[in-house]
């Protein structure tokens, strides 16, 4: 079983500044198989990036995904109030199990 | 547009069942892999189980394996969870979900409490 870690645990910044949320892999992932989500207080997990850097429908151009193999990074540009949120980095590979990471809280001052 | 509702969560005692559903509509669902996700109260994600578009590939995790049985019902356009010899460890709010490339489309979740 792939184990994703994510780092920091939580993470303060000001509106405007870029946030820059880091997922790493206990093995490589298959095909770049992993996805960003986005949950606030009480909703549903909102899908961000999908494969490592694609944008789901809908989603601004201020999320973007990168990474491949162990390592792979989503960054938030121009912080706003409502990116205020747990953000969770997946894994889906071949075997079709899914794993997640742990979350990455960011909050906005 | 897309929706997957579930249903059937409640309060259960420990060693009972339920059977949670999830139905759903605005795409095609015969074609969609489907895959059940919990997540504990204050808690992160956990996967739970998949099924393939045709119900013949199926898998579990180990925490709910040899409890838990996924199941659909395609002409229902319904995913279903039966879930039985129920633990503690096993509240948490229940969510249906699609693959992430194929649209990352979740459910609002059912709340199973086991006490």
């Known amino acids: 079983e792939i184990v994703l870690t994510q780092s920091p645990g939580t993470v303060s910044l000001s509106p405007g500044e870029r946030a820059t949320l880091s997922c790493r892999a206990s093995?490589?992932?298959?095909?770049?198989?992993l996805a960003w989500f986005q949950q606030k207080p009480g909703q549903t997990p909102r899908l961000l990036i999908y494969?490592?850097?694609n944008r789901a429908t809908g989603i601004p151009d201020r999320f973007s995904g990168s990474g491949s193999g162990t390592d792979f990074t989503l960054t938030i540009r121009r912080l706003e109030p409502e990116d205020s949120a747990v953000y969770y980095c997946?894994?889906?590979?071949?075997?079709?199990?899914?794993?997640f990471g742990q979350g990455t809280k960011v909050e906005i001052k | 547009e897309v929706q997957l509702v579930e249903s059937g969560g409640g309060l259960i005692q420990p060693g009972g069942s339920l059977r949670l559903s999830c139905g759903a509509s605005?795409?095609?669902?015969?074609?969609?892999?489907m895959n059940w996700v919990r997540q504990a109260p204050g808690k992160g994600l956990e996967w739970v189980s998949y099924?393939?578009?045709?119900?013949?590939?199926?898998d579990y995790a180990d925490s709910v394996k040899g409890r838990f049985t996924i199941s659909r019902d395609n002409a229902q356009k319904t995913l279903y969870l039966q879930m039985n010899s129920l633990r503690a460890e096993d509240t948490a709010v229940y969510y249906c979900?699609?693959?992430?490339?194929?649209?990352?489309?979740w459910g609002q979740g059912t709340l199973v409490t086991v006490s």
């Open positions: 494969d490592a850097s």
């Open positions: 093995q490589s992932v298959t095909s770049n198989y």
């Open positions: 979900a699609t693959h992430p490339t194929w649209g990352g489309y």
């Open positions: 605005g795409f095609t669902f015969s074609t969609y892999e």
């Open positions: 997946q894994q889906y590979d071949r075997s079709h199990t899914w794993t």
């Open positions: 099924i393939s578009s045709g119900g013949s590939n199926i």
